[in-house]
């Protein structure tokens, strides 16, 4: 862990931040560090353990401070090529309205596709308007689930009882207490972590979770392959031929887009899901 402490030393006053002392107060301290991980490598946390050392007065400032000497800190403080969860997690949470959101995006993108442009910047401004809009189905399924499931405890329970990640942990029953502090935390993480343009997993997680009907992904997988051709091949596909996005088939592809987000969002109110729309 030699390196994690290397990298903790030059973000000593985010990591004193996060403990609730001073840069100084922390420079004094002896501590070892390890991780709390899945078994996939996903860090929950970092665990701070300080030796019997160090000053009872500064120990007694530190926040969430267990067993008198042992801290648990978001992986965030310490690893800046990880998302700050946090941040993430509060950009989600202030998406209060995410079908709204969607719909007045997609609106937007729709009056860019009116624009007129020369005959060589169309097929740019079509593949980017495609890609868009996949980003905003994107947007609209991981804010809603994010902000349903930490909203409503039947739903949070759901998720933890369902989803595989925590199918995997082990802990002792006199853990039980320990664990179900940081539960939230660790649920953010995954949530924040999962890629929601792969709609099989996420259908599985909507259906398990909220106990809904989920409708067909079969068009919207297609598109999403074409989208990730788009974004990371510039429209080559895998048997060679160039994938070029025209008017006519991008309204298309709005207009299905568009029925995939409405058929959620119903089904999501069928069942009784508090969704804001």
Do not use: W
């Amino acid at each position: 862990m030699a390196g994690v402490k290397d990298s903790m030393i030059q973000s000593a006053e985010s990591l004193a931040d996060a403990l609730g002392i001073t840069p100084e107060e922390l420079d004094i301290l002896h501590y070892e560090i390890d991780t709390e991980e899945s078994s996939d490598g996903l860090i929950y946390y970092y665990r701070l353990e300080f030796s019997e050392e160090c000053p009872l007065h500064i120990l007694d400032k530190i926040l969430g401070l267990e067993d008198g000497r042992v801290v648990r800190v978001n992986p965030a403080v310490f690893d800046y090529e990880r998302y700050d969860y946090e941040e993430r997690f509060n950009a989600v949470t202030d998406n209060n309205s995410p079908f709204d959101h969607f719909s007045n995006e997609l609106a937007c993108l729709k009056k860019l596709i009116e624009l007129p442009v020369s005959p060589d910047i169309e097929p740019i401004l079509y593949r980017q308007i495609f890609i868009s809009t996949i980003g905003l189905m994107e947007t609209f399924l991981s804010d809603t689930f994010i902000n349903q499931t930490m909203d409503e405890d039947i739903y949070f329970r759901n998720f933890i009882a369902t989803h595989p990640e925590f199918g995997k942990r082990k802990f002792e029953l006199r853990d039980i207490f320990k664990e179900s502090e940081k539960l939230k935390d660790s649920a953010k993480i995954v949530m924040l972590d999962m890629i929601y343009h792969k709609l099989p997993e996420v259908r599985e997680m909507y259906r398990s979770t909220f106990e809904m009907d989920f409708p067909s992904i079969k068009t919207m997988f297609g598109y999403v392959r074409d989208r990730h051709d788009l974004v990371h091949r510039s429209g080559k596909r895998k048997d060679g031929s160039l994938l070029v996005i025209e008017k006519s088939s991008l309204l298309i592809m709005i207009s299905d887009t568009e029925s995939f987000i409405d058929s959620v969002a119903k089904n999501m109110s069928d069942s009784y899901i508090n969704l804001i729309f």
